[in-house]
C-alpha cells in the first residue's frame, strides 16, 4: 500500500501550437507503458503529427494521496450544438453562475480564449459572478493533473461505459479530470468542449448534478475547444486554488452511477 506512485504528464506542440495533452498517476509497473501510449497518442492526433513532446514523470508518496469517488454521468441529448450550449448554461445558472459569466465563457471558448484567438493549452477560472477571467497566464490557463482512476475503479467504469457504448478515452479522462475539478475548494462548475475537430461533446460539472455530457456543444469540423472554471474563492487564496488542480494528487477509487441517454427535455 505505501508503494510510490508517478505523476507522469505529456505535452505535445505542433507548428508552434499546442496539441496534446495527458495527466496520469501510475504504479512503477505501468509507468513505461504509459509513457509509450502518450507518445503514441501524440504522433497520431487527429489535429496532425507532433513535432515536439515533453514528458514529465514525478514521484509522489502514497501518504500524499487522497481517495475520492467520481461524480454521477448523465447524457443529455440534443440535436444540435445550439441547442447543447442552451441547455449547458441552463445547469449553470442552476448551479449559480451569472448569465453574464456563462455567455462570456462560451463566447471565448468559441473564438478561442487564449491571445491571438487560439486554444488554450489549460482551462480559464472565471469568476462566477463577474465572468472576470482569473488566471495568471492567459495562453497556458491552468492544467489540472496528478489525478486517476485505481485500478479496480478503473474495471468497473470500463465496463459501466462499455455498457451505455461511451467506452473512449475522451469520456474516461474528463470524468476524471471533471471530478478533480469539482472537489477543489472555490469551484462552482465547469464547462468543456474539446479541441479535437472529430469530438463534438462536452460537458458541464456541477456538484448538484455531477457530470453531465452533451453529444453536440460544437459544429463537426471544428479545431477550437476550451474550458472554464467557475470560481467563487470566498475569501481564499486563488494561488491555493491553482496549487491544488494542478499538484495536489487524487485517486478516484469508486465509480458514481451512469445513466442512460434521456432528450434534455427531460432534466427541465
Ligand atoms: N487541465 C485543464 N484544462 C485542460 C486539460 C487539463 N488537464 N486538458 C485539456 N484542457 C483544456 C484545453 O484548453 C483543451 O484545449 C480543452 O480543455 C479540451 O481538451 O463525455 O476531449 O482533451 O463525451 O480536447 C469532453 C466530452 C471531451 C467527453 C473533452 O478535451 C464526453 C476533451 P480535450
Ligand atoms: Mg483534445
Known sequence: MNKPLYSIRMRARRQGQHLSGAERLSSLEAVEQLAADMVQRAMHHA???AESIELTIEQ????????????DLQTW?????RQGRRAAAEILRRAGVAQGAIDGAMSQIAAGAAPGAQTMRGAMLVDADSGQRLEPDQARGVRVSRMDLTDQARRKLDSELNRLGLNN????????LAAKVLSAPGIVAELCWS???????GYVASAAQGYVRFPHLKPLGEERGGRAFFVRTEGR??????DYLQKRPILFDQIGRLHSARPWEAHL
Open 60 to 71: 509522489i508518496s502514497a501518504a500524499e494521496v487522497e481517495r475520492r469517488p467520481l461524480p
Open 237 to 242: 487564496s486563488l494561488a491555493d486554488l491553482i
Open 77 to 81: 441529448l440534443v440535436d444540435d450544438y
Open 47 to 49: 489535429r496532425g503529427r
Open 169 to 176: 478515452a475522451h469520456v474516461r479522462e474528463a470524468l476524471v
Open 195 to 201: 479541441d479535437d475537430p472529430d469530438y463534438t461533446a
